[in-house]
């Protein structure tokens, strides 16, 4: 009896558990008026942790049709030391400015036949790249005017689904529980994508939008010492906004002072390496003219990782139990 007792024991506590990560909740009228077409009876988040970040659905406009020009046709060439989240597949390169990115952080592009959303929340300095199929079938994303943990939530346009940008994971709708596929990307200045491919292309900012281009609305914001629209805490090491390198695969983060002091390091199979000359998209009105904050890389046999550079508060509010380095 006593083996029959434990399981059924273990049973009711997997049960507890499951009931506390799914409460039985309904979804605010105004949720449920915006997004008829959305699921909100499928969900393992408390309704409570999102909070709106003031634009409606689509209120920041991802990028459906981009445009990019090779090194050797920009007519307007970004500073080297503006950041870029950098991609290759087939053996071509692009280069995704933050500069853009900062105004509408979704690119639904297609890049060598594989459709991709190159993904950028500047609240959280999360910048990753998806594989953009769902199913088998490609969908486009777009931005819900939400925050969770002050993370960008995303939505499917196939069924209107919501989608954690940090995690790459549905949190509510059909798609609940699903993992987007990460495609490998780079967090790096310009002007080492540039040297690095000098065959590359580049997003071009587009006219219709009437953006800011270059320009951060943020001004000063990785200085502070309370992300925004975030109810959580930070304990620590370091500061709530300092940048630290996340390796898809591993429990710890490290952070770039840590990385700095180090480089080049490995951990399990991974190589980490440092380098100046990158600004902050976060710090100066002007991009361009924000603090050298550094580029880390991490390679797996010589191929870029899975890896993002984040602040400190949103790793650790997505993986409380894992530990930063820093010194």
Known sequence: ?????????????????????????????????????TDFSRTTVDFGEILSGGP???????????????????????????????????GQARAYPVAILMWH???????????IAVTYCP??????????????????????????????VMYDRATQSWWQQFEGRAIIG????????????????????????????VLIPSARFGRSYGSNPYAGYDSLRQPFLYDGSYDGPGDALMRVVAIDGLPDAWSFAYVQAHAPFEVADYRVEWQAGQASALDARTISEGRDVGTVTVTKG?????YQVP?????????????????
């Open 105 to 115: 952080e979704i690119v639904n592009d297609t890049f060598a036949d594989t459709p």
């Open 311 to 327: 602040f400190a508060f949103a790793f650790a509010a997505f993986n409380p139990d894992a530990t930063i380095h820093h010194e």
């Open 174 to 201: 059909a798609h609940l529980g699903d993992d987007l596929v990460r495609v490998p990307s780079r967090f790096e200045s310009f002007g080492e994508f540039a040297a690095r491919r000098p065959d590359g292309e």
């Open 1 to 37: 009896m006593k083996p029959l007792l434990a399981a059924l024991a273990t049973a009711l506590s997997v049960t507890a558990a499951a009931a506390q990560t799914a409460p039985s909740q309904t979804a605010p009228a105004g949720w449920r008026a915006e997004w008829p077409a």
């Open 123 to 152: 609240l959280c300095n999360s910048g990753i790249v998806f594989d953009r199929r769902l199913g088998g079938e490609a969908t486009t994303f777009g931005t819900t005017g939400k925050l969770r943990n002050s993370d960008l």
């Open 56 to 90: 409606p659905k689509d209120g920041i406009p991802s990028i459906d049709a981009p445009a990019f020009q090779t090194l050797a046709e920009l007519s307007e060439r970004p500073a080297d030391r503006e950041p870029v989240i950098s991609v290759e597949l087939g």
């Open 302 to 306: 010589g191929e870029t990782a899975l």
